[in-house]
């Protein structure tokens, strides 16, 4: 009896843990553990100041009311390191344009920075991640060995997450917010969803 108690509070502690909406009602792992390793983006959708991007897992779409661009074959990879840095690649290949005569290329943008988890007052304790960029990099396939690489010192610019869905192989990222400045508001929302590599 002692230990069927045990168990019951034990199983009542750790769903107590689950902090985002599809979390898994029960893990026996940490939220630290679950992020940590590297990740592929399945799909997502992307709207910024009325530019919507649609991912389906082989090619991005941008979207600009009820105008669609051609698809662009695309990939993002993600590396979450357990002691609090990360990485992303995007790669995107842009086909040629006979009517600006421009060729062919791929575009690769690195990201890289550290994370942690945030959240509380009205939201559960580790429910959102904050990412917090400190080195941009970009090249072109058509500009040779060019590459253009940013070192972010201190940085104080982040994104805030929130996390939907945080299970042992899938992670769900939402933001929805709009921030206001001297030439009127800009509201962005998304929703990334990740498969986490073997």
């Known amino acids: 009896m002692k230990n069927f108690l045990a168990f019951i509070i034990a199983a009542l502690s750790l769903a107590g843990c ?3 909406e599809d979390d898994p009602f029960l893990s026996l792992s940490t939220r630290k553990s679950r992020i940590s390793g590297n990740w592929t983006v399945e799909s ?4 910024t100041s009325g530019v919507t ?3 389906d897992g082989t090619e991005v779409t941008y979207a600009l009311g009820d105008s669609l661009s051609d698809g662009h074959t695309y990939s993002w990879e ?6 609090g840095s990360y990485t992303s690649v995007t ?16 575009e690769t943008n ?4 550290e994370w942690e988890f945030t959240g509380g007052n009205n939201s559960p304790s580790k429910s959102e991640l904050l ?3 400190n080195y941009t990099e970009s090249q072109r396939s058509d500009q040779g060995s060019n590459i253009s690489a940013v070192n972010i010192d201190n940085p104080i610019n982040g ?9 042992a192989d899938e992670m769900v990222l939402t933001i929805d917010q709009t921030v206001s400045t001297a030439f009127g508001q800009q509201h962005e929302s998304a929703e990334i969803n990740f498969k986490k590599k073997k």
């Open 18 to 20: 689950q902090k985002g």
């Open 44 to 47: 997502f959708t992307i709207t």
């Open 53 to 55: 991007q649609t991912f």
């Open 78 to 83: 993600w590396s979450f390191d357990r002691h």
């Open 91 to 106: 790669t995107e290949d842009f086909p040629e344009d006979t009517a600006n005569k421009a060729m062919s290329y791929t």
């Open 110 to 113: 690195t990201v890289k920075g």
């Open 131 to 133: 990412l917090l960029p």
């Open 159 to 167: 994104m805030v997450y929130q996390i939907k869905k945080l299970s």
